[in-house]
């Protein structure tokens, strides 16, 4: 199971700390996404900007130099989780996020990649923590069948695939949070540190990883790509 995990991972819990979630970071995030957030109707959710890491702002407006935005400010242990327990096993810190999913809705399938890295067969790792609701509710798509997450661990940060179609139902009566790293960090580069993340991950939450080869993919994907 060590050989090639980051190749074949589609989904792990992450040897790293829970996320110390609060009632006042919950209450302040309620603030935020009405005050100061966005809308992304391809995954039907809102998104509050944390880190912009692609040369532009967090709404792909104005080039700016990397930075953490102006919500992060409010949200001083984000920050902190990130820099102490995200940034010294990535190369760059990829452009993060908290996304934002209403009570009873879903994210309809989609691929977190383009189809030019699709094409290509890239790794697309994408690094996530539930801050409210439920890591189980979250699955990824087959042509003939959908893969569950096998443990449902609160606050746990994962790893995921983003390179598979995968779908996200809030059956909660409250928004869901989550915590999320995307591109342009995406695994591929070599590092040792993400690489020895990983190893001490599979032994310690082995019960929880799902390997693509394991899943099959749906022939028809072409609306799971953002246009």
């Not at 009632?23 to 391809?42: A, G, M, N, P, Y």
């Amino acid at each position: 199971m060590l050989d090639n995990i980051k190749e074949k991972l589609a989904f792990l819990y992450l040897d790293l700390p829970a996320f110390p979630v609060t009632s006042s970071l919950i209450q302040r995030l309620e603030t935020i996404v009405k005050e100061s957030s966005f809308d992304d109707q391809f995954r039907n959710c809102r998104h509050i900007p944390i880190y912009v890491s692609a040369g532009k702002d967090i709404r792909n407006n104005n080039l700016i130099e990397k930075q953490w935005s102006k919500e992060s400010e409010q949200l001083p242990e984000i920050k902190n989780y990130i820099e102490t327990y995200v940034k010294p096993w990535t190369n760059e810190l990829g452009r993060i996020v908290v996304i934002c999913t209403k009570a009873g809705e879903s994210n309809p399938t989609h691929i977190d990649c383009s189809r030019k890295n699709f094409d290509k067969q890239m790794l697309e790792h994408k690094f996530r923590v539930v801050l409210r609701g439920q890591t189980d509710n979250l699955y990824f798509n087959g042509q003939n069948t959908n893969y569950h997450i096998k443990e449902n661990l609160i606050n746990q940060p994962f790893v995921m695939s983003g390179y598979w179609p995968h779908s996200m139902s809030n059956n909660d009566s409250d928004m869901k949070f989550t915590l999320a790293m995307g591109a342009p960090w995406t695994a591929e580069d070599h590092n040792a540190k993400y690489q020895q993340l990983l190893g001490n991950s599979i032994k310690k939450y082995k019960n929880s990883y799902i390997s693509k080869l394991d899943m099959t993919m749906p022939e028809d994907i072409e609306s799971y790509f953002s246009k």
